[in-house]
């Protein structure tokens, strides 16, 4: 029976018209406490962008009612940032909230595993490739979001949990006191940009650092690190996104993943996202306001309008875009002449590695640069020096998160999904922290509880940063020989990050609640933690690293690797701990993870709209296309699992992940096993 549909409400859009408010001002009229600043709240938050939102939705939703919690976020709105891809982590922290894939794929591109193509720097034209599929949609749906759209939703939703977000306020550090204590810091707020209201003083008890890469209470407190070695610089830009995949020239090659270029020097991103840029700010408050009103009436996916039907509701814009860009080492020798490529350094680089790899060249035939995308001067963007570390995480008064923690590299998407696991701790422990402080006797006993209740944040902070550091210099040692990434790199990516022993999110029916989601988020870290994947992480650094990036790696180099982390490989399996429906899961791989280059199948979770062109997840209650709401039939709907599983339930892949087969010890000796010794199957473009 279907649940009945609420009515669509155009509070904000005539709230805004009445009262010419700006975006700031319709923003702040959101809050449960009005525009105004508090003279005190438990905790304030410096920084409304994603990570700041999920600790204090996180935060406000662990125990409600137990903390006042304010946000105070300089910007009018939400603006533009890079990362837009997301992994299952993400998802089910949304899920949690009840933001499942029927509602948020509305407004987000649907993500389904990752793919990667290796190419081969000396034989232009060759490259071998990996793909994993993401989650099945049946269960759990991935995401590639735009910034401005998510953090809108996040500040919509903290809103309804009782946070209060203002926009357009400045927190000022230089005057700010942050001493410890039980509200004894004294926030100090400098004047509104686009209210005129006056400036302020806010009382806390813990004073949250979500400032990002800028780290301004963090760096207070101790310079940035940096590791030792190369670090890497991003360029890139916006395109068209085309409907017809069949023309671009690479293998298995499709757009619901976060797809990645790989070249000795680096790797280029290639995500399909929906973007609502240019949209006023009230009339997208309006329709996330009915998305939330839709999530909390329990409707089904087809019940709710499609994209396409949103937009003209709502009177906004809504395209399909594609972000494309390169994260090389910023050791890599340019031409001391880059006028040809451009005229900006960012569009220089960008068009140097395009014309440098041949498949990279015919690939970019197929999409057109999007000029400003985001208002003047956003066609082209750069960044330099990604990877930092901040030293020190918290201190008496405050606390640190997200990438005021440090950032590595964008490479595997760990930007939003890893950073969760600080925003989401820090939620959690602010709760102990204060309980325990406000029975302390006095100021100093007060802070040294809370001091005590932070110890095991900091730990954990302190070594997963360096931990995705290392991580990262292990793919892109490998990126140096297209046989490494198959056979190296990426399976133990997802061998570990996905059959991390005792943290497999099948085996949580893809669900996690509060008592779940932290212990699962801190123990992950894409694996960069499991003793396994170091072991050969620390090899491959240790036989690569040292070689001269301009040089080829030796075939011996590469053969000596690939055994050794073949060998580790056997062990680990053996071991039955990183038990998974492999062979459903990757291209290439058995159950028993034996590599063969013939073994081209795996599940089929999505499939594109025949009209539009959008990748739609495929399970059988969806029916409609949720970005164009055209129907399709059941056959479309229909999951491909390959091999094949009797139902489609998580206990059917839980139960294929712990078989045996009959033939495993002989499927071990077949003579694929000396696979190391010669290229994967490659493919010229």
């Not at 400032?211 to 610089?233: C, I, V």
């Not at 925003?423 to 007060?446: D, K």
């Not at 209740?453 to 793919?475: E, S, V, W």
Request: aromatic share 12%; charged share 20%; net charge neutral.
């Amino acid at each position: 029976m279907a649940v009945p549909a609420p009515t669509p409400k155009y509070t904000f859009t005539e709230r805004a018209a009445a009262g010419s408010l700006n975006d700031a001002q319709i923003l702040n009229s959101n809050n449960a406490a009005g525009p105004d600043l508090p003279d005190d709240s438990d905790v304030v938050v410096a920084g409304g962008g994603i990570h700041g939102l999920i600790y204090a939705i996180h935060s406000a939703k662990y125990k409600p009612g137990k903390l006042k919690i304010s946000i105070i976020e300089k910007n009018s709105k939400p603006g533009y940032k890079i990362g837009e891809s997301t992994l299952p982590l993400f998802s089910l922290w949304c899920k949690m909230h009840g933001l499942t894939g029927e509602y948020l794929l509305r407004l987000f591109g649907l993500k389904d595993g990752l793919c990667f193509y290796f190419l081969d720097r000396e034989n232009q034209g060759k490259y071998t490739d990996f793909c994993s599929n993401g989650t099945p949609g049946l269960f759990l749906s991935g995401f590639q979001i735009e910034r401005t759209i998510s953090e809108l939703l996040f500040t919509v939703l903290a809103q309804r949990n009782g946070v209060n977000v203002y926009h357009g306020r400045q927190v000022d550090f230089n005057a700010t006191k942050v001493q410890g204590g039980v509200k004894n810091n004294k926030i100090e707020i400098a004047k509104g940009k686009f209210d005129g209201k006056p400036g302020a003083t806010i009382d806390s008890s813990l004073f949250v650092d979500a400032t990002g890469r800028f780290r301004q209470l963090a760096s207070k407190n101790a310079p940035l690190h940096r590791f030792e070695g190369w670090n890497y610089d991003a360029f890139w830009g916006y395109f068209t996104c085309p409907k017809d995949e069949s023309k671009i020239p690479l293998r298995f090659y499709e757009g619901l993943h976060t797809n990645h270029l790989c070249f000795p020097e680096g790797w280029a991103w290639v995500i399909r996202f929906a973007s609502w840029e240019g949209s006023p700010t009230a009339n997208l408050m309006d329709m996330i306001s009915y998305l939330l009103d839709c999530a909390e009436a329990g409707l089904s996916g087809d019940q709710i309008p499609c994209s396409e039907e949103l937009a003209r509701m709502f009177g906004l814009k809504f395209q399909w875009v594609t972000s494309i860009g390169f994260a090389v080492r910023n050791d890599v020798k340019y031409p001391e002449d880059m006028s040809a490529y451009g005229t900006k350094e960012g569009e220089r680089k960008f068009n140097y590695f395009v014309q440098k790899y041949s498949v990279i060249k015919e690939f970019m035939t197929h999409f057109e640069l999007v000029d400003n995308l985001y208002g003047p001067g956003t066609t082209w963007f750069i960044r330099k020096s990604l990877t930092y570390q901040s030293p020190v995480v918290s201190g008496p008064g405050w606390v640190a998160i997200g990438d005021a923690c440090g950032f590595t590299n964008p490479l595997h998407s760990p930007g939003i999904t890893a950073a969760m696991s600080t925003s989401t701790y820090a939620a959690e422990l602010t709760h102990t922290a204060l309980e325990a402080a406000q029975s302390a006797n006095n100021a100093e006993a007060a802070e040294l509880s809370i001091r005590k209740t932070l110890a095991p944040y900091d730990d954990f902070a302190k070594r997963l940063i360096p931990a995705l550091n290392q991580m990262n210099r292990f793919n892109y040692v490998c990126f140096r020989d297209p046989r490494l990434g198959p056979q190296v790199s990426c399976i133990w990516q997802f061998f570990a990050g996905i059959g991390i022993p005792d943290w497999q999110l099948i085996r949580q029916d893809y669900n996690l609640t509060f008592k779940t989601y932290v212990p699962h988020s801190i123990n992950w870290a894409w694996g960069s933690m499991v003793p396994e994947y170091d072991a050969v992480a620390r090899k491959a650094i240790e036989l690569i690293g040292p070689i001269p990036l301009e040089h080829s790696v030796p075939d011996a180099t590469v053969r000596e690797l690939i055994e050794y982390s073949n060998n580790i490989k056997k062990v680990a399996v053996d071991s039955n701990r990183f038990n998974f429906r492999w062979d459903g899961l990757l291209r290439y791989y058995d159950i028993c993870l034996n590599y063969s280059e013939e073994k081209i199948t795996k599940d089929k979770f999505a499939r594109q709209c025949s009209n539009c062109a959008s990748w739609l997840v495929l399970r059988p209650d969806w029916k409609k296309c949720y970005s164009c709401g055209k129907e399709r039939t059941e056959e479309e709907a229909a999951i491909t699992w390959n091999p094949p599983l009797a139902v489609d339930e998580v206990k059917a892949l839980v139960r294929a992940s712990d078989a045996k087969p009959a033939a495993r010890r002989e499927k071990e000796q077949i003579a694929h096993a000396p696979a190391f010794a010669t290229l994967p199957k490659e493919v010229f473009v």
